[in-house]
């Protein structure tokens, strides 16, 4: 295990962005390489890379396991002797360790292949925003790697070292992403009888968004609205020509993210007309539901209780309102995603933020025993 976490260590400190992975693709590719993989192929969805290994126990099905390659665009404050050489990027999310943890269990199941079949390891770029996963799903990846399962996993900040997670179904969420860009009639700010103020009408916009939430979804579903920027105005004596209001939408069902596009949408276009504005709604869907088939969900909770005992795995972890791309490729193919604690450690994507080292052995023994049984000759 000490040589896995040097190799998570040596990837932290040379962290990249969503495709540009080309470092870290190379390192990873040496490494599966290196312990004898059958095939290993580069380039996939521009720098993915996929490493294959065929058990010897004779022909039979294929699995896929994947492990995401990016970083973030955060600045390092750890002060770790590892941490990032670069400055304004950091492994802020943990893919250093998911990484590692698939390299460890590669190097063990080239060595001793005791299963029947073929496995596809897949170490995917451009999963923070960049949906690399449906990149290397468009680039063939499921026809020139065969696999009838996939399954992936991610660190979880305060849940214990040791511990495991899963449930059936959503396990994450849709991440939307909306703007509305506010037209006015800008003018000087002592004779506001003029002018058609775009700030008012934001404001009102704000506001009046936290209501889908609260008066238009029904309370036993979830799903969130969060205006996050507002930007207007350039001095304090005039009033603007414009404004925009951006934000996201997070929802577990496809009802609720109709539904709050459709409301945005409506929303937007009455409180903009009741000011004199109008607005221009920009809509995006981004990253669907994170699915898992509920068959593959019991049997990651089997493996997981192999690995650290069934008191330390949650069969129906609450869902979390954070995306994941790894949701293309449950659309294709039917499999599970869990999580593995990462202890006490800040929360995702925080700058103090560090993958511990101590769930090493619990993601390589994970990622083992999910072979041999999904394998099984």
Known sequence: MDEVARWRRHLHERPELLYETHETAAFVAERLAEFGCDRVETGIGRTGVVGVIEGRLGTGRG????????????????GLPHASRIKGRMHACGHDGHMAMLLGAAKQLTRSRDFA???????????EGGAGAKAMIDDGLFDRFPAEEVYGMHNLPNMAVGRFGTCPGPIMAATDEFSVAIDGKGGHAAIPQLVADPILAGSALVQALQQIVSRNADPLDSLVVSVTQFHSGFTRNVIPEDAVVSGTVRSLREEMRVLAERRIREIAMAITQAHGTKANVDYRRHYPVTRNDPDRARFCVEIASAVAGAE??????????????????????????????NGDSQSLHHPRYEFDDRAIPFGVSYWTHLVHRALAA
């Open 63 to 78: 699995i896929a396991l994947r492990a995401d390659m990016d970083a973030l665009p955060i600045e390092e404050e750890t």
């Open 117 to 127: 079949g073929t496995l596809a390891l897949v170490f995917q770029p451009a999963e």
């Open 312 to 341: 330390n795995v949650e069969d129906n972890v609450r869902p979390l309102m954070g995306g994941e791309d790894f949701a293309f490729m449950l659309e294709r193919r039917p499999g599970a995603f869990a999580f593995i604690g």
